[in-house]
């Protein structure tokens, strides 16, 4: 049987300020929701905006980065898996699902305001060495196209 793909990647603001725990081994855990919207014509014709909300889990050096950057609002662009976790409810003994993605690279884009915040972008994510390290990539210098003479009147949508 062929090997399967898991992986998502996700643009979109962060909904309310991450919740931070440690394991008693001292792992670093952040838990945050982050929104992403999808544009529509209705059947009116007018354009609609709908919102997915998605459950983040981020790990160790990630969940530091994420405990000391990101707060409400933050755009990140996000690559990770999806993993649904399954518990028996201790109260009402039912079967609970939580679906999450699990934060493999983190790229700090912003903020919702607009990035008054220096406006850069900054790239976290885990390292594939045995160490567990993380490493921090600069982001490569995207070409100027300002001086081209295209207007908003271009743009066909």
Partial sequence: MAKGVN???LLGNVGKDPEMRATPGGMTIAQFT???ADRAKDAQGNWADKTEWHNLVAF????EVVRDYVKKGTQLFIEGKIQTRSWDDKE???KKYRTEILVNELTLLGSK???SEGGGSSSYSRSS???GGYSQSQPVSAPDYGDTGITDDDIPF
């Avoid at 160790?60 to 969940?63: D, K, P, Q």
Wanted: charge should be positive; hydrophobic fraction near 25%; charged fraction near 10%.
């Fill in 92 to 94: 009402s003994g039912q």
């Fill in 34 to 36: 982050l929104a992403t």
């Fill in 129 to 131: 060495s045995s160490s």
């Fill in 7 to 9: 992986k998502v990647l």
């Fill in 60 to 63: 160790n050096r990630t969940a």
């Fill in 113 to 115: 305001s607009g990035g």
